[in-house]
């Protein structure tokens, strides 16, 4: 069921204040009010409006210093000012700070309901499906993502997503998955790069009982585990050559031959697949199939890095906070607002998952209810590059790993694709999926 909208109403005139507030209620929103800018803040640090609607003129701080305050300390949420005094200059400096809109006393109620509707499009992109709820973001970006994947949902193509690590890859699969007429079928993912190349092909295809040593009873694999359902391949970059082989016959003719099989069995399954690795750049190297990239990419939904979205951060950080409070006993209950506007400004290397962690920290080790600045200033400055993935760490060694072998054979591919144990075209795929060109320690080597 869709939640109804919060909204802060902000003005000094208390008679005016319950009577816009009951208006708005009676228009199906949920209100709280505030008689003065300072209440408004005090009351913004124990709840988040989806919106705020203030009075321009009050005595203390007046409407634009309280919209200074929420731009500084609650980035992106949208701001609505009015005024009995309204003129040309007041609505003037009233939009070139920022405020989402600006409306005269007497309010009219139908400038009033559009203008709530359209600062709502923004901080609500994701609220009018239950499906979207699981992405917090108030981000045009993300919006338009949103919107994209909404229209993608339904058909029954294959989508790849793509956008540096930790950035949402998998929960946007989950998103896909759920707002599809498959939701009521399995969603199974599987790291493509987190296994040998056996153990992979078992897991995608399944195999039989007896068809490898160890296999000592039949495995179904995703591709029929998922049945009916959707199956995300996450790191489908790092897939082998052969592997590639096998995943583009079985997309292409619908079916699978588990190892050991002598026969293959029909499959009916969405396939999603996500890669933070450039793929255009791995097909023109060779590493990657044309066909098999043209089959996974009929769709593509290139998720932001988290600094591209900066107004998020707040509202993911103060998620995070909520699903850790649920979970476990604390005391933390908030952050002070100098650390939000810390949180919004970092560099987030490790995007979404490198904020999540950098919460889970700052909760486990607050001394007070409320998390402040110099505490998240030491654990960012203690994070520095995130903690790398798995596949990040393997193509890290892979990369020393070459650059030490041809240092030794002097670059002498034959010789350093001989001590690998591999033949010279994978050796070179290596090489080129890494940057490396081999003439460079044949030079060194003559000096």
Not at 60 to 87: C, E, K, N, W, Y
Not at 222 to 243: H, K, Q
Not at 414 to 421: I, T
Request: aromatic content about 6%.
């Amino acid at each position: 069921m869709k939640r109804k909208a919060r909204i802060l109403l902000v003005d000094d005139d208390v008679s005016l204040l319950k009577l816009l507030g009951l208006r708005l209620k009676s228009e199906g929103f949920e209100v709280s009010t505030a008689a003065s800018g300072a209440e408004a803040l005090e009351w913004l640090e124990q709840e988040r409006p989806d919106m705020v609607l203030s009075d321009l003129r009050m005595d203390g701080m007046d409407g634009l210093a309280l919209f200074d305050r929420i731009q500084r300390q609650h980035v992106g949420l949208p701001v609505v000012i009015m005024t009995a005094h309204g003129s040309i200059t007041d609505a003037v400096t009233a939009t070139r700070s920022g405020v989402f809109g600006f409306l005269t006393k007497p309010i009219d109620k139908e400038a009033l309901r559009q203008t709530i509707n359209q600062a709502l499009s923004v901080s609500l992109p994701a609220m009018e499906d239950e499906w979207q709820q699981s992405i917090m973001t108030r981000s045009p970006t993300m919006v338009a993502l949103l919107e994209q994947a909404r229209r993608m949902a339904p058909l029954d193509i294959s989508v790849m997503l793509t956008g540096p690590s930790g950035s949402g890859k998998a929960l946007m699969a989950e998103v896909l998955h759920y707002a599809s007429p498959r939701r009521d079928y399995p969603f199974i993912s599987l790291n493509c790069g987190a296994m040998t190349e056996q153990l992979l092909e078992s897991e995608l295809f399944g195999h039989v009982k007896g068809s490898f040593e160890g296999a000592v009873s039949d495995h179904p694999g995703v591709f029929l585990t998922a049945e009916g359902g959707t199956l995300l391949l996450e790191e489908v970059g790092e897939l082998s050559s052969s592997l590639q082989i096998k995943l583009l016959r079985a997309l292409e003719q619908q079916q699978v031959r588990p190892l050991g099989a002598t026969r293959s069995i029909k499959t009916d399954v969405r396939v999603l697949s996500s890669t933070n690795r450039d793929l255009v750049s791995a097909m023109e190297q060779g590493i990657f199939r044309d066909d098999l990239f043209y089959r996974l990419n009929v769709v593509n939904l290139n998720l932001p890095a988290l600094q591209q979205r900066p107004e998020d951060i707040p509202l993911l950080a103060r998620h995070a906070l909520d699903r850790l409070r649920q979970r476990q006993q604390t005391q933390v209950t908030g952050f002070a607002p100098e650390a939000l506007s810390m949180l919004a400004t970092a560099s987030w290397p490790g995007n979404v998952r490198q904020l999540l962690n950098v919460v889970e920290q700052a909760v486990a080790l607050a001394s007070a209810p409320v998390i402040g600045p110099q505490l998240l200033e030491g654990i960012l400055a203690g994070s520095g590059e995130p903690f790398p993935t798995f596949n990040e760490a393997r193509a890290e060694f892979e990369r020393l790993y070459l650059h030490k072998i041809l240092r030794m054979t002097e670059g002498n591919v034959s010789q350093a694709a001989g001590l690998a144990g591999r033949n010279r075209t994978d050796f070179y795929k290596l090489l080129n999926r890494h940057g490396i060109e081999a003439g460079t320690y044949k030079e060194k080597g003559k000096g």
